[in-house]
């Protein structure tokens, strides 16, 4: 998994995704109570070895630096941590053993010859693979146990006096800490929204008897209210922690609202990941596999930051063993099965597939102990079958989950035929008879449950067949007819769905109702005064009903990672960009772009960028790496290489 030769910080792959996942999912509070997740959380392994073999032409001279105890082995003899160690020419075996009881196991070589780049083996005693690194620990004096976080210091936007306080309002979301300079001890509201920052008593987070010296946490809110002072008793100054992360995509067009839109989107995705794709930065600050799923899709026409996405996938699956489902949600798990291959042919990167492999196909098995007769999943006891908030047939087996388990199998099929695995026994698992069982002829749609006898049709099951090519077009029009068109099937209204269900009727051709959705649905939430997009959003809330969920009145997540689909859905079907082989070895342009006069926008690709510009009735197509087929018409032009290729539209 190295890409260079240089010295990195080393441990068992996996490890240090699996262990500072474990932190991530410890981080939420509330009133002043830590909420640690609630479901199985994995470590990392806490005694590892490090192994390699060298043949040394030349003497040479490396130190072993770790966190952790444990020695050096050198054909035999045994070394101390953090002491030169001189060797002379000729066959040389190496290990180093570390144990860490306290965190990750991990080590930094030091040393002309023999140092910690690619080539060393890790074993935690039972299974031998490639040692593990992250781009962001390539430094000595570094400790990979420390996340190590950018700050910026943002001013308050405006101060107001109001309710016998001060409100400060940071213009923007802030997840950092507050610095004050103040006489005296006062008390700290935050909020995501006015309304909550100015609830004393109900506001997520507050903190008493602050002063200049207080260590003051680390926490997310746009506003800030400290009641029972003036205007000029204090002053607070935001710091915002981040790790930095280039974005290569932009976009601009002659809809100024759109533009904003993909600007905000942005905004939520970068706050929302940082080491990992999380769900939102006040609540719940967990690793969700559900929205990590969405999250790489846009991440991959914004960010196009592979390191993320790799480390939340490894966070989410854990271990090798596995004791219950992702977040402890079936669809989740399935979703996360999928998101592998989502990853592969983002990236092309054949050796985190050789390394995730074995945890997919166990997963994969995991499902199957979970059918019934006729091969359909259904939940165990504590499992929680999700898939929306919304009112759905949930008796026995559900049409959402058998679709994901088909795509499930069509993701090992196609993995594993990429490793020259033995996949040849899902196929006819893939073959069930979902169509028997879950397709109501007289609907014209999928019910949600055919054990119940209620014949009930929502939006979900027939959205997922549609993304995942399970009815023919036949079928497709029945389903946009009768349930994607048809208002008398109940709404959507959390972005998580949302994006499915624009991305489905994108699929079959609907962009110009999908881009008076984005306009009214997310642009609604801009209408709102939302800096971030939600995690859930109904037109007809107002006041201080928008900010409530789960039973709570600020239970709603305004910073939400699933927020910020407008970014694949204008990138993937208005721009009309998506790899065609992984790793965009070959990919296409068909753009759908009636909405727009004006246009100009940079989408990443693997190694490169995509620059589409549209001026009235031409269009501008330029890539900077070869592998491109602009589509427009149904005529095919292949792209040269930094040669932009005009057409008319």
């Known amino acids: 998994m190295l890409m260079s030769k240089e010295a990195v910080w080393l441990w068992y792959p996996g490890d240090f995704e699996i262990h500072q996942g474990m932190l991530q999912n410890f981080k939420r509070e509330e009133r002043g109570m830590g909420w640690p997740a609630y479901w199985y959380i994995d470590d990392c392994n806490r005694n590892v070895n490090f192994k390699r073999h060298y043949d040394l032409k030349e003497s040479t001279q490396f130190t072993v630096l770790a966190k952790g105890t444990g020695y050096v082995d050198v054909n035999g003899t045994k070394y101390r941590l953090n002491h030169a160690i001189n060797c002379d020419a000729g066959a040389t075996d190496i290990q180093v053993f570390v144990g ?61 006096a109001v309710d016998g306080g001060v409100l400060y309002d940071f213009g923007r979301a802030v997840n950092g800490t507050v610095t004050v300079k103040t006489n005296g001890p006062v008390t700290l509201c935050y909020g995501e929204s006015e309304t909550e920052a100015r609830d004393v008593e109900m506001c997520y987070y507050k903190q008493s008897d602050v002063t200049a010296t207080t260590k003051v946490r680390k926490r997310a809110f746009r506003y800030v209210f400290v009641p029972h002072c003036q205007l000029g008793d204090i002053e607070l100054t935001a710091m915002h922690e981040y790790i930095p992360k280039n974005n290569p995509s932009s976009f601009t ?146 049409a959402a989950e058998q679709i994901l388990l088909l795509e499930d199998y069509k993701t090992i099929m196609t993995c594993g035929e990429v490793l020259g695995k033995d996949v040849a026994g899902y196929q006819a698992k893939y073959d069930q008879n979902l169509m028997k069982y879950f397709w109501d002829d007289e609907q014209g749609a999928f019910i949600d449950s055919y054990e119940s006898g209620k014949r009930h049709v929502t939006r979900h099951a027939n959205i997922f067949a549609i993304l995942f090519d399970v009815v023919d077009e036949n079928k497709q029009q029945l389903i946009l007819k009768n349930v994607l068109l048809n208002n008398a099937i109940t709404q959507i209204t959390t972005p998580y769905f949302k994006f499915f269900e624009q991305d489905a009727l994108c699929k079959l051709g609907e962009q110009h109702r999908v881009y008076q959705v984005l306009l009214d649905y997310w642009g609604g939430m801009l209408d709102r005064g939302a800096v971030t997009f939600w995690e859930e959003f109904d037109p007809s809330q107002h006041g201080k009903d928008m900010y409530a969920m789960y039973g709570d009145p600020y239970g709603k997540s305004l ?67 070869a592998g491109g087929t602009l589509i427009v018409d149904g005529q095919r032009q292949s792209l040269e290489p930094n040669r932009t290729a005009v057409v008319p539209v």
């Open 100 to 160: 860490n009881v306290q965190g990750l196991p991990t080590i930094y070589i030091v040393g002309e010859i023999i140092k910690s780049d690619s080539g060393w083996l890790a074993s935690n005693f039972v299974t031998t693979l490639p040692a593990g690194h992250d781009i962001l620990y390539t430094d000595r004096n570094q400790d990979p146990n420390v996340i190590e976080y950018r700050t910026e210091k943002v001013v308050a936007k405006a101060q107001q």
């Open 559 to 625: 910073c939400h990672a699933w927020g910020a689909s407008p970014i694949y859905l204008l990138g993937r079907h208005f721009v009309g960009l998506r790899p065609t082989a992984p790793g965009y070895q070959t990919f296409e342009i068909k753009p759908e772009l009636s909405e727009f006069h004006h246009l100009h926008t940079v989408l990443p690709i693997k190694g490169g960028t995509v620059t589409v510009v549209k001026d009235q009735h031409q269009l501008s197509v330029t890539a900077s790496r």
């Open 253 to 398: 067009s002659d809809n100024k609202l759109i533009n904003q839109i993909w600007n905000v989107a942005t905004e939520t995705l970068k706050l929302c990941s940082d080491l990992f794709f999380i769900d939102g930065i006040k609540r719940d600050r967990w690793i969700w596999a559900g929205d990590a799923y969405q999250a790489n899709f846009i991440n991959q026409y914004s960010f196009f930051n592979e390191d993320i996405d790799k480390r939340t996938l490894l966070a989410l699956r854990g271990q090798d063993d596995i004791k219950q489902h992702m977040n402890t949600i079936v669809d989740y798990s399935m979703l996360w099965v999928i998101g592998v291959l989502n990853h592969y042919q983002m990236t092309g990167d054949r050796e985190f597939l050789k390394i995730i492999y074995p945890k997919l196909e166990s997963m994969v098995q995991y499902f199957i102990q979970q059918t019934n007769e006729h091969g359909f999943i259904y939940g165990w006891k504590n499992d929680w079958i999700f898939v929306d908030w919304s009112e759905m047939d949930k008796q026995g087996t559900v």
